[in-house]
């Protein structure tokens, strides 16, 4: 199939933007695609489609936010449409897209639904955190694309549900964040029950010596796309650090929300309970949000995210789980509450912003003991990040408890992220009422036990005084006085 293999093409001579009816999709494909209100391919998209109608493997580096969804999909569904089933069956899918994480897999199902509604082709997608009876129902009832993640998929295959021994398409998407969730035997389990004739796409934003050793053992001679340097923040983000204690940050967030009319921002924490009492905190300012984790039923997660994408609620907060795969469309903001440990992750966590050419803003409240997270950031992405004031805000008096910080993990280490809970996990509220008590001798007030969520412990750490925390802190103003006029930074 003779396809281009660039993002432009000589009109009269001039170069032009390519578009999509230049790839050579068929014309049910090309007929969802302008309904959905596209005509210009993203670089990623003119670079891997033509790639992968050609049949072979393929490796492919890109940042999220770049449109790669529809470089796989739209060309494997041009394919799977064009040619009839080698080995028809119901069990039996003829394309697997793997994924780390529900919401991603839940997004790319939704994109081959809208860009393969008129053509004969039958998907579904399957994760854990729900019934597996009604997935093993709909795979009874046949599939030509199946959207999974690894664990549940394992699941079927284990209670032959599923039958991978006709997948003539293999994708592995998220590839580096399926191995940083510690996923690899699962994937060796999977590609053990697969044919060994099939195309491969492998889909990664970073290329660490893992994901090397996983692409040279399962792509055989596969082209190579990329669009972005690795493991670079979008150059469309605008990236500001605020320089805030740790007990001021929930203040100052909320303070934020509201002088700047945020309509719709997402929120990182560290910690699952961070963004439990993060969410509650803000609601108590006024300020309607949600909290979405690994610990949250899938139900409550799917509404939290649809209720935060539809407008319904202006604030989601989430860990990491987030931070790869949500599709929000023109997200404008984005707030680290606290940096991650990883400096990789930060990248990830502000791609949610700025994506498929659109501008964004991303915030980072960072205390002094986070410095060395921020300087580790600082050096992936090769540029300093303005450290600006929050003209008008005033700490409160009172000071909230701080949330535990986990040790830094091993020099060249990156932690498994596979969502289990440290082995000091189920220890982590035991020593509190000391702390309390010794912070209550201190002049500061108890926090109250009505305030805490039930069957949750609180963070164990003692409460720092402010005499104790300034003399920690840099010797320099963090906020410049209240101003006379309003303004200030809208972190635009």
Not at 18 to 29: K, M, N, R, S, Y
Not at 36 to 65: C, E, F, R, S, W
Not at 415 to 429: D, E, L, S, Y
Not at 437 to 443: D, L, R, S, Y
Request: hydrophobic share 35%; net charge positive.
């Amino acid at each position: 199939m003779n396809t281009p293999n660039t993002t432009l093409s000589q009109v009269n001579g001039q170069d032009t933007p390519l578009q999509f009816d230049q790839l050579g999709l068929a014309a049910p494909i090309l007929r969802a695609i302008q309904e959905a209100g596209y005509t210009t391919p993203t670089p990623i998209q003119a670079k891997a489609i033509p790639q992968v109608l050609n049949g072979g493997d393929l490796l492919a580096g890109a940042q999220t936010g770049t449109g790669k969804t529809a470089g796989f999909t739209l060309p494997i569904l041009h394919i799977l449409s064009q040619t009839p089933a080698s080995n028809p069956a119901k069990s039996k899918p003829r394309c697997l897209m793997l994924t780390p994480t529900r919401e991603l897999a839940a997004q790319i199902e939704e994109s081959v639904q809208t860009y393969g509604k008129y053509l004969h082709l039958k998907s579904m997608v399957v994760f854990g955190g729900v019934s597996i009876n009604p997935q093993i129902n709909r795979l009874s009832r046949g599939i030509d694309i199946l959207v999974a993640t690894p664990g549940r998929l394992l699941d079927l295959a284990n209670q032959k549900a599923v039958d991978l021994s006709g997948v003539e398409i293999l994708v592995l998407d998220e590839a580096d964040r399926m191995l940083d969730m510690g996923f690899i035997h699962d994937i060796k389990k999977i590609l053990a029950m697969l044919p060994k004739k099939r195309q491969n796409l492998l889909f990664s934003a970073t290329f660490s010596d893992e994901i090397k050793r996983l692409a040279d053992n399962l792509l055989n001679s596969p082209a190579f796309v990329e669009v972005a340097r690795r493991n670079t923040a979008s150059e469309m983000v605008t990236q500001t650090v605020h320089l805030v204690k740790q007990a001021h940050k929930s203040a100052l967030v909320s303070y934020l929300i509201k002088q700047n009319n945020w309509e719709q921002v997402l929120i990182f924490t560290r910690t699952k309970h961070g963004a439990n009492r993060l969410a509650e905190k803000l609601v108590k300012d006024g300020i309607p949000a949600a909290a979405i984790h690994g610990n949250k039923s899938q139900g409550a997660r799917t509404k939290a995210l649809a209720d935060f994408k539809n407008g319904n609620i202006p604030v989601l907060v989430a860990t990491d789980i987030a931070a790869r795969g949500l599709d929000i469309d023109q997200l404008p903001q984005v707030v680290n509450f606290e940096l991650p440990n990883v400096p990789e992750d930060y990248v990830h966590r502000i791609g949610r912003t700025g994506r498929a050419g659109s501008t964004g803003a991303a915030i980072s409240l960072v205390d002094f003991e986070e410095s060395k997270y921020l300087k580790d950031i600082e050096k992936l992405i090769k540029r300093e990040i303005p450290k600006v004031t929050v003209e008008g805000f005033e700490p409160p008096a009172k000071l909230e408890p701080e949330a535990p910080r986990p040790p830094r993990p091993a020099q060249g280490r990156r932690p498994q992220g596979n969502g289990q809970k440290p082995a000091n996990a189920r220890n982590a509220g035991q020593g509190q009422q000391k702390n309390t008590n010794q912070a209550h001798k201190q002049g500061q007030a108890k926090p109250k036990s009505q305030n805490q969520p039930q069957g949750q412990a609180m963070p164990h750490g003692r409460l720092i005084s402010e005499a104790a925390k300034h003399q920690a802190m840099p010797q320099t103003p963090l906020f410049a006085p209240k101003p006379v006029h309003r303004g200030g930074n809208r972190g635009r």
